[in-house]
């Protein structure tokens, strides 16, 4: 099945399975198999890039078992490796994808948050401006559930977090002008879409 997925004919030895490997990957895929064999681990687990027959090279998952003899010596290596070039792909593709989000998210002049729908909106996700916007750091905000509750202005407190209560309840729009008192003491007007 190896030779289909790569396109190879006939048989492959070692040497040309290594020789495959790409230049980036073969120092750390030996030294999975060196550990394997001296027996510093007990299996061989890991994943690096392949040159198949057409010259391209594909990502591999590769796990492999050694045989042992008598003295305990490994002897061969019992395994499978499978294609897993797709998969890789996707997952650069969520990366760049996350990144160029991530981009935007933090270049935009607002503060962007995911919260949890819970009593407290417990910060998942700051952007860098909301200490621009509130004076609060972003890790204060993130490692202080109750900080958002606390920066609602007094009265404006009971009507933001009855809203709150309705949004987290319907799933309707958090849609609110309010204000919050920030870190130095200045009361801000927000408009909070969510």
Not at 29 to 57: H, M, P, Q
Not at 157 to 175: I, K, Y
């Amino acid at each position: 099945r190896v030779m289909e997925i790569f396109g190879f004919e006939g048989h492959l030895t070692s040497d040309d399975w290594y020789s495959r490997v790409h230049p980036d990957d073969a120092e750390a895929y030996r030294d999975a198999l060196r550990e394997c064999f001296r027996g510093k681990t007990a299996k061989v687990a890991c994943e690096y890039r392949i040159k198949a027959r057409d010259g391209n090279y594909q990502w591999v998952e590769d796990h492999g078992l050694p045989i042992r003899d008598a003295a305990g010596r490994a002897i061969r290596l019992v395994g499978c490796v499978g294609d897993v070039s797709k998969r890789r792909s996707i997952e650069e593709a969520l990366r760049n994808s996350e990144q160029r989000y991530r981009t935007l998210v933090e270049q935009l002049p607002v503060a962007v948050y995911t919260d949890a729908v819970d009593d407290l909106s417990t910060a998942l996700y700051i952007s860098p401006q909301y200490e621009q916007l509130t004076g609060y750091t972003p890790e204060q905000r993130l490692l202080d559930p109750d900080l958002w509750v606390k920066m609602l202005h007094p009265e404006d407190r009971d009507r933001v977090l009855a809203r709150s209560v309705d949004t987290n309840a319907t799933g309707e729009p958090f849609d609110i002008e309010y204000r919050i008192v920030a870190a130095d003491g200045h009361v801000v007007w927000v408009h909070d879409h969510a």
